[in-house]
């Protein structure tokens, strides 16, 4: 992921609040980019996040872009958890974790994930 300048505070780091946007950036290549190559069109119909958790581990600077690692830590019926690691110049910066619940943006209620989804979701679960 890249590090845009505007992603700078005032003493040169990305600022705390801008991990959850490069998180975002490479949950969304995942369910959108990343599930429709694969055919699958549903994860489209709505996702929300229930909870966010970050561990800052040490200041990111801008400069080259980031690696952020993620993976499924947990799949339940009707949320599933997206765990991720960011490495800036390969040192580990930030663990986090969002707690996705799928949702029906048009009849705004949660709903159960389906098999496709899951079927999907799957071979990134953590062993």
Not at 30 to 51: D, H, K, N, P
Request: hydrophobic share 45%; with cysteine.
């Amino acid at each position: 992921m890249a590090v845009r300048w505007s992603d700078m505070d005032a003493y040169g780091h990305v600022n705390n609040a801008r991990f959850l946007t490069l998180y975002e950036e490479a949950r969304v290549a995942m369910f959108f980019v990343g599930a429709r190559a694969q055919g699958l069109t549903s994860f489209e119909e709505g996702i929300v996040i229930s909870r966010h958790e970050i561990d800052y581990l040490r200041p990111v600077d801008y400069g080259e872009a980031v690696r952020i690692d993620l993976w499924i830590s947990e799949l339940r019926a009707a949320s599933f958890t997206v765990s991720y690691e960011l490495f800036d110049e390969g040192v580990l910066a930030s663990r986090a974790k969002s707690v996705c619940v799928p949702y029906n943006l048009e009849k705004q209620f949660p709903r159960r994930l389906t098999e496709a989804e899951r079927d999907f979701l799957k071979p990134y679960l953590e062993a």
